[in-house]
């Protein structure tokens, strides 16, 4: 059976930093693209950063280009996403997510995590 299970999540202040994880097990992701996505309360899901297998290819939203940063161990299988400068708005449940691509998509992902609360205080 194919799990995500995210980690990394927590309370942090505006301008801190946080480290996501997405381990990823039950199959080889080879050949997988992989994204992080969030939903703030009462607000739809949202894409917030990709990445091919090679990790040759990224795609970040705007909203978090130039402070978030996506990576990959594939040797690990596992994914993660860097958050700096942190900002109250940033704050939501954020989700990892997988598809058989070899380019990096917003949408169409069919594996995902259970999510990891990050909350930003101001």
């Known amino acids: 059976q194919v799990q995500l299970v995210e980690s990394g999540g927590g309370l942090v202040q505006a301008g801190g930093s946080l480290r996501l994880s997405c381990a990823a097990s039950g199959r080889t992701f080879s050949g997988h693209t992989m994204a992080w996505f969030r939903q703030a309360p009462g607000k739809a899901r949202e894409f917030v950063a990709g990445i091919t297998w090679s990790a040759g290819n990224t795609d970040y939203a705007d909203s978090v280009k130039g402070r978030f940063t996506i990576s990959r161990d594939n040797a690990k299988n596992t994914m993660y996403l860097q958050m700096n400068s942190l900002k109250p708005e940033d704050t939501a449940v954020y989700f990892c997510?997988?598809?058989?691509?070899?380019?990096?998509?917003?949408?169409?992902?069919?594996?995902w995590g259970q999510g990891t609360q990050v909350t930003v205080s101001s």
């Open positions: 997510a997988a598809r058989r691509s070899i380019i990096v998509s917003r949408l169409g992902y069919n594996y």
